[in-house]
C-alpha cells in the first residue's frame, strides 16, 4: 500500500477504534434511545464548558453486510440522498482508493452558529482469520485542509466518528453460493465524538443529540436496506 501524509494518522486512529469499539457500556454511559435492535447510549462530557458528550450506538439489521453498510457511509455519491442535516458536502482530496478528505457544510441548528467540518474518512475491511467473515469500519477525522478555510461565522466541528460492522451468517447454507439476505444480519456500532467548536448551550446542544443521532442512524440503515434489497450480496 503506498503510504500518503496522513497514513499514519489514519493508522493510529483506526487501531485506537478497534479497541474502543469493544469496550462495554454498562458503567457510565446512560441508554438515551431503543428502537428495536437499536440501543444509543450517551456519556455526559463536558470541555471547557463545552458538551462534547460521547455517543455510541449497537443496532443489528438484518439482510445486509457489513461492506455493503461501510461502502454506502463512506461512499461520496450516496450521503446526500441519507444525510438530511448537511447543506452540502464535496470531496477536496482523495489521498488513496480508500482514503479521501471531504468539507461540509452542516444545517444550522439554532440557537448555535452554522457548523462546517473537514474530515478525512477511511474505509477498511479487517479479516479477522478465526472469524468466518470479516469486519469493515469507516473512520472519520476532522483534519484541517487549506481547501478547507475557516470562514465565520461558520464554527469548525471537530469530531472523530467511526461506524464498525462486522456480518452475521445465520444457518450457512451448505453451498456458500446459495446464501441469501434472509441468512445474513450485520452487527453495527457507532461511535461519535463530536466537539461542536465552540459553545453550545448545553441543553439545547443535548436535547438536539439525543433527537437525532437515533433519527440519522434510522435513516442511513433504512436508506441501505433500501439500495441493497434487489442487488446481489456484497460481502
Ligand atoms: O457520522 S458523521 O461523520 C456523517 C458525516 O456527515 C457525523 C454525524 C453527525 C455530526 C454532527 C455535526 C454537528 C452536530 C451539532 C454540533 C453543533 C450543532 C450541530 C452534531 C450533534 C448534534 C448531533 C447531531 C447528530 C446527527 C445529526 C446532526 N446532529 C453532530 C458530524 C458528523
Redesign the pocket.
Given at each position: 500500500k503506498d503510504k500518503h501524509r496522513l497514513s499514519d494518522d489514519v493508522e493510529r486512529i483506526v487501531q485506537e477504534h478497534l479497541k474502543y469499539v469493544s469496550e462495554d457500556v454498562s458503567h457510565g454511559w446512560d441508554l438515551i434511545h431503543q428502537d428495536g435492535e437499536m440501543k444509543v447510549y450517551r456519556r455526559e462530557v463536558e470541555e471547557n464548558g463545552i458538551v462534547v458528550d460521547p455517543?455510541k450506538c449497537f443496532h443489528t439489521i438484518k439482510g445486509v453486510t457489513g461492506h455493503e453498510l461501510c461502502q454506502y457511509?463512506w461512499e461520496f455519491q450516496y450521503?446526500m440522498d441519507w444525510?438530511t442535516?448537511?447543506d452540502s458536502?464535496k470531496i477536496i482530496e482523495v489521498l488513496d482508493p480508500d482514503t479521501m478528505v471531504f468539507f461540509?457544510v452542516?444545517k444550522r441548528?439554532w440557537p448555535?452558529a452554522q457548523?462546517d467540518?473537514c474530515?478525512w474518512?477511511h474505509i477498511r475491511c479487517i479479516s479477522n482469520s478465526e472469524e468466518d467473515q470479516p469486519t469493515w469500519l469507516v473512520v472519520?477525522y476532522t483534519t484541517s485542509h487549506p481547501l478547507a478555510p475557516i470562514k465565520s461565522p461558520q464554527?469548525r466541528?471537530v469530531?472523530n466518528?467511526a461506524?464498525i460492522c462486522e456480518t452475521i451468517i445465520c444457518e450457512p447454507p451448505l453451498n456458500p453460493q446459495d446464501i441469501k439476505r434472509e441468512n445474513i444480519q450485520c452487527k453495527l456500532t457507532?461511535v461519535?465524538f463530536?466537539n461542536?467548536?465552540g459553545w453550545?448551550p448545553s441543553a439545547a446542544?443535548r436535547g438536539?443529540?439525543k433527537r437525532?443521532?437515533p433519527?440519522?442512524l434510522k435513516r442511513f440503515t433504512s436508506y441501505v436496506i433500501e439500495q441493497t434489497r434487489n442487488k446481489p450480496i456484497l460481502f
Open positions: 455517543l457511509f450521503r444525510e442535516t448537511l458536502t461540509q452542516h441548528v448555535a457548523r467540518s474530515f474518512s472519520n464554527v466541528l469530531a466518528v461506524l457507532y461519535a463530536v461542536p467548536g453550545v446542544l438536539v443529540a437525532e443521532y433519527r440519522f
